[in-house]
């Protein structure tokens, strides 16, 4: 049997972490950190991500504050609400809820946020200090799955690690972390995607192996090795009548079999999703610290 990897239960433990620093802070008489959200649309996994992180501020004692727009709302006024957050003095980092509408320049929002409150570390300029090992806000996925790897004290230096998938969010940062100078990192990387040629060639090598397409059950036990850790990040929505929510979550690896080779598996639900939370978490402490622009 693999080991587990919970990261459902570290995520608790980083968040009982920050929650005593946030008392000790306060008691200190220090600032509480502020984390704001733009939400655009209706979309219900976009809302359900969005309360969740808000949930998350109240548990750890942070402040936070949600701004909700219609799917309507023009880029220019977009681009004026993060203006706004830029500006307001309370708000130590923020974020825009991905994906937005087609209408608007996701890249041009993104690179709109003040460098020093990107907690989602999705600027070019943090994207770019996180390429040259400087200090950064790291994009919350890569980071919660950077944590899962240290906490659970899994080897990385020399290993093979194969990134498949290659988002700006996930899989492009990822590859980055892993190939560099750090624990977790020296590892040797191959990034695949859409268009690589014999999947499963590339995957069969991984001794670490991280998936972050979106597209259920991709990854099946005769693509992998014995003894490969995986790192599971895809969460899609499938209809599923049984459930009560009317559908059920799908990671990218098809656990079942997949597990019966691995040493070490992420779950899904359970297991990078509530680290993604925790990431966004770690930054925004730092930012209400100025830990990273000083
Ligand atoms: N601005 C951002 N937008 C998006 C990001 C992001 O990091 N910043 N990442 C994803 C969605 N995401 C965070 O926003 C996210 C995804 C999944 C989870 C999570 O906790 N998943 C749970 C299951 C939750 C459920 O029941 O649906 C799990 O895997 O156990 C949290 C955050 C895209 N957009």
Redesign the pocket.
Known sequence: MPILLD??KLASEIKEELKNKTIQLKSAGGKVPHLSAILVGTDG??Q???N??VKDCEEVGFESSKFVFDDTITEEELLHEVDKLNNDDRVDGF?????LPKHINVDKVLSAIKPEKDV?G?HPVNFGRMASNLPAYI???PYGVMELLKRYDIPTRGKHCVVVGRSH??GSPVSILMGSANYPGDATVTLTHRFTENLEHYTKQADILIVAVGKPGLITADMVKEGVVVIDVG?T?VADATKK?GFA?KGDVLFETVAEKASHIT????????M??A??LMNTWLAAKNEIYG
């Open positions: 990261g459902k996994a976009s359900t991500y969005v969740a992180k974020i825009v809820q991905l994906p989602d999705f994009p919350a996925t969010i996930v969460t929505r929510a979550l779950p899904v639900p359970g297991g990078v999703g509530p993604t939370r990431g966004l």
